[in-house]
């Protein structure tokens, strides 16, 4: 039987060039059961940009100076249990998917249905990251944890992007996951 996850932390880029500072960091995710040795999760997390930097980003034909508010990062963590006893769990992680940091430009795009509609433009990447998680049993499968991550994401990748970001960063986070 699957499991979810909720999760809230803290995002924070590690570097000089902390465009995106640190920011407040919430999640949900499906996984995979608990008895398993290896855990499969598919996560989504978002990401308040609360003390961001203006960046240059070139959209709609031109280069704009935009702000992010949100960031989304979306895709798989494989984790392994190597310490599994008395209800409590230490497991290795490892992620890789998509990283979408909003810029606020979007193309109008009317549909039948609504004449007001947007498709928002991203800044697109990839996004991998390796931490442990440590977890304690609350009571049948519920779980409580905390985990840390180191994560990278190379910004470079999407060319629209002309303002350097940092590619690294670290983060924390507390979970339930049941």
């Keep these: 039987m699957f499991s979810f996850v909720l999760s809230a932390g803290c995002y924070s ?7 995106i500072g640190t920011s407040p960091m919430f999640g949900l995710a499906l996984t995979s059961p608990i008895e398993n040795q290896w855990i499969v999760e598919l996560a989504f997390k978002a990401r308040i940009h609360s003390n961001s930097q203006p960046f240059q980003f070139r959209a709609l034909n031109k280069v704009n100076e935009v702000n992010s508010d949100l960031g989304f990062s979306y895709g798989f963590q494989l984790g392994y249990k190597i310490f599994d006893h008395n209800g ?15 810029t606020g430009l979007y193309i109008p795009a009317p549909t039948a249905t609504d004449p007001n509609a947007r498709e928002y433009i991203y800044v697109g990447t990839l996004h991998t990251s390796g931490g442990v998680a440590l977890m304690k049993s609350i009571g049948g499968t519920k779980y409580l944890g ?3 991550d180191f994560h990278y994401c190379p910004y470079e990748l999407d060319p629209r992007l002309l303002t350097r970001f940092d590619d690294g960063a670290v ?8």
């Design 13 to 19: 880029p590690v570097g000089s060039n902390k465009v």
């Design 88 to 102: 409590i769990v230490i497991m290795p992680r490892f992620g890789l998917g998509g990283e979408s940091i909003d």
């Design 146 to 148: 905390a985990a840390v």
């Design 171 to 178: 983060s924390a986070e507390v979970f339930l996951r049941f």
